[in-house]
């Protein structure tokens, strides 16, 4: 059985068993960086399957104009299975519809956005990290 729900803490080991079973490009090697990633969050919306964390929507938003999805992520053995999708309503659905979801997409997601209710945005600016 699924479940989706706002988590206000985190198991840092099992979020990165997550990160790396959904083959999502992140440096979980380095776990001081990924707690801090994860830390910083003040949205975390996760997907559970019989209590294992199978799904993250992980966002920093100002819950009145903007929410950032910073991380979509699903275990890759559920992927296409609409959790992803389940998960950005989730976001959707907490947050309002008076605040505009945005995300940087990675090049391997380009097609799935459009497909669940997401436009192209040319109006962008990025400075790359260095590492």
């Known amino acids: 059985m699924l479940s989706y729900q706002v988590e ?22 380095d776990k001081s960086r990924m707690a801090t ?16 964390l199978v799904g993250l929507a992980r966002c920093m938003t100002d819950k009145a104009w903007v929410v950032y999805i910073c991380d979509l992520l699903v275990d890759k053995n559920l992927q296409q299975q609409g959790i992803g999708k389940e998960l ?5 659905r907490i947050t309002g519809p008076e605040v505009q979801q945005l995300l940087h997409s990675a ?6 956005y459009p497909k669940v209710g997401y436009q192209l945005c040319h109006n962008a600016f990025v400075v790359k990290r260095e590492r």
Do not use: C
């Not at 198991?11 to 490009?25: R, V």
């Not at 090049?107 to 799935?112: D, I, N, R, T």
């Open 88 to 92: 950005l309503h989730q976001v959707r």
């Open 8 to 29: 206000s803490g985190f198991d840092l080991e099992e979020m990165l068993a997550l990160y790396k079973a959904s083959g999502i490009n992140r440096p979980i090697e």
């Open 107 to 112: 090049e391997s997601a380009m097609g799935y």
């Open 37 to 52: 990633l994860l830390a910083s969050a003040n949205l975390l919306v996760t997907a559970r399957q019989n209590g294992k």
